[in-house]
């Protein structure tokens, strides 16, 4: 069964620090797909990035930037010279995918309240 | 655009009164998917549908039913609320292939008394 495993469940950092947000994930399958979600104080569900099993090159993307290891089963998500918008709850999250259908098994990790500090 | 909407985005209910969440996507997705999110626990799937006519269950499907006669229309029903399904309801879509992430509607909370 999959899982996925976000074990710091609150961060607080003062503003201008870098923060990583750890994500580990369990899955039997060899295809699958990792996402980060954003979700701020508003409440609505914004998706970060997408990265497929195969591709474990990291990506940088303005002030953010994931590293995904398959050795250690790990897809983090890190924050350089944070600011108060970054205030959100993060989630990461697994999918695995049945090929040939559009039957879909997303699972989400428990997600990460992050407090950026002014 | 108006991307994924739900309505209502608050409701209240009593033990045992009916509703039906709306949800309805304008990108043409075939893939539409139903999720409750609860304090500590992520969002957990309640049931999904793959196309027209076509729907499965979920995780956490009892206590729930879902019809698919339009690829926009995807609606979540409660035939008789519980104040177990208390909770932030999001409905989601996406493309079947290629594959790509889920766009999720802004949300509806609610509350059973």
């Known amino acids: 069964a999959q899982k996925v495993t976000q074990a710091q469940t609150e961060i607080s950092v003062v503003e201008k620090e870098d923060v990583t947000l750890d994500c580990v994930y369990e899955t039997r399958d060899t295809t699958y797909y990792l996402f980060w979600y954003k979700q701020p104080p508003s409440g609505e569900l914004v998706f970060l990035i997408r990265r497929n099993s195969f591709d474990e090159q990291n990506e940088i993307s303005g002030r953010y930037s994931w590293n995904f290891q398959k050795s250690t089963s790990s897809f983090n998500f890190t924050i350089t010279a944070s600011q108060v918008v970054d205030s959100a709850v993060y989630f990461c999250a697994l999918s695995e995918r049945q090929h040939n259908s559009g039957n879909e098994k997303l699972t989400f990790g428990t997600g990460t309240r992050l407090t950026i500090i002014p | 655009n108006a991307g994924v909407t739900q309505t209502p985005k608050f409701q209240v209910l009593k033990t045992g009164q009916s509703m039906t969440l709306q949800c309805a996507q304008d990108?043409?997705?075939?893939?539409m998917s139903w999720y409750r999110q609860d304090p500590g626990m992520g969002l957990r799937l309640i049931h999904y549908s793959v196309g027209a006519g076509i729907t499965d269950q979920g995780e956490v499907p009892n206590g729930y039913n879902v019809s698919r006669s339009t690829t926009e229309d995807f609606p979540l029903r409660l035939l008789s609320a519980a104040p177990s399904q208390t909770s932030v309801y999001f409905c989601a879509s996406r493309r079947l292939a290629p594959y790509n992430e889920q766009f999720f509607g802004p949300g509806t909370r609610l509350t059973v008394l």
């Open positions: 990108m043409n997705h075939e893939y």
